[in-house]
Nanobody
Framework: VQLQASGGGLVQAGGSLRLSCAASGRIFIINTMGWYRQAPGNQRELVASITSAISTNTNYTDSVKGRFTISRDYAENTVYLQMNNLKPEDTAVYYC????????????????WGQGTLVTVSS
């Protein structure tokens, strides 16, 4: 199973970017997809997550509430992060994450990470 992230880049403060992350490979079901970020010298932190289609719940870290929106295309196993009103402190490498099963068995549960995409916000 692989996660392929895209959409990072350089943007001025106040601008917008949209990150995408597509999961591929042997997938039975994806329970949760999310975005994490890691700035230089900092630990990786959860930015936003979204659960399954059965009971869709979203979760955001406080610093991005009202500015970022996470969404999923369940048919395409893809997660998006729409980032608006970007600030210099949002500069980081963004990683997508998925918790999934490769078979109906609960013992097939995996946590998978994408390769990271750099977001740079200039002031």
């Amino acid at each position: 199973v692989q996660l392929q992230a895209s959409g990072g880049g350089l943007v001025q403060a106040g601008g917008s970017l949209r990150l995408s992350c597509a999961a591929s490979g042997r997938i039975f079901i994806i329970n949760t997809m999310g975005w994490y970020r890691q700035a230089p010298g900092n630990q990786r932190e959860l930015v936003a997550s979204i659960t399954s289609a059965i009971s869709t719940n979203t979760n955001y870290t406080d610093s991005v509430k009202g500015r970022f929106t996470i969404s999923r295309d369940y048919a395409e196993n893809t997660v998006y992060l729409q980032m608006n009103n970007l600030k210099p402190e949002d500069t980081a490498v963004y990683y997508c994450n998925a918790v999934l099963r490769t078979t109906p068995s609960r013992y097939s549960s995996l946590e998978v990470w994408g390769q990271g995409t750099l977001v740079t916000v200039s002031s």
